[in-house]
Nanobody
């Protein structure tokens, strides 16, 4: 069955960095656009970034220049490198394969001093 397992979240100070990972299984990873979303308490789940099957990427305006999404098809894993983190980046981060209808359990990112 389809599984998406996020990891790498944690508590970091403003200006710090984290790298999130999403290990995928149960589908042909290389044929799907992969995306990261985030959801802060009391807010809707918003798109952060996506990467298509040709490694083309798009980012939400709020994270452009600070976050980088990339994928390793050999490892069935998509990553989100997050630099220059801000308190407003605090959220649960989820990955998904667009159109597949599955989500991981999410990983908490907290940016606080």
């Amino acid at each position: 069955q389809v599984q998406l397992v996020e990891s790498g979240g944690g508590l970091v100070q403003p200006g710090g960095s984290l790298r999130l990972s999403c290990a995928a299984s149960g589908f042909i990873f290389s044929t799907y656009t992969m995306a990261w979303y985030r959801q802060a308490p009391g807010k809707q789940r918003d798109l952060v970034a996506f990467i298509d099957t040709n490694a083309n990427t798009r980012y939400a305006d709020a994270v452009k220049g600070r976050f980088t999404i990339y994928r390793d098809n050999a490892k069935n894993t998509v990553y989100l490198q997050m630099n220059s983190l801000k308190p407003e980046d605090t959220a649960v981060y989820f990955c998904t394969a667009t159109g597949l209808g599955y989500w991981g359990q999410g990983t908490q990112v907290t940016v606080s001093s």
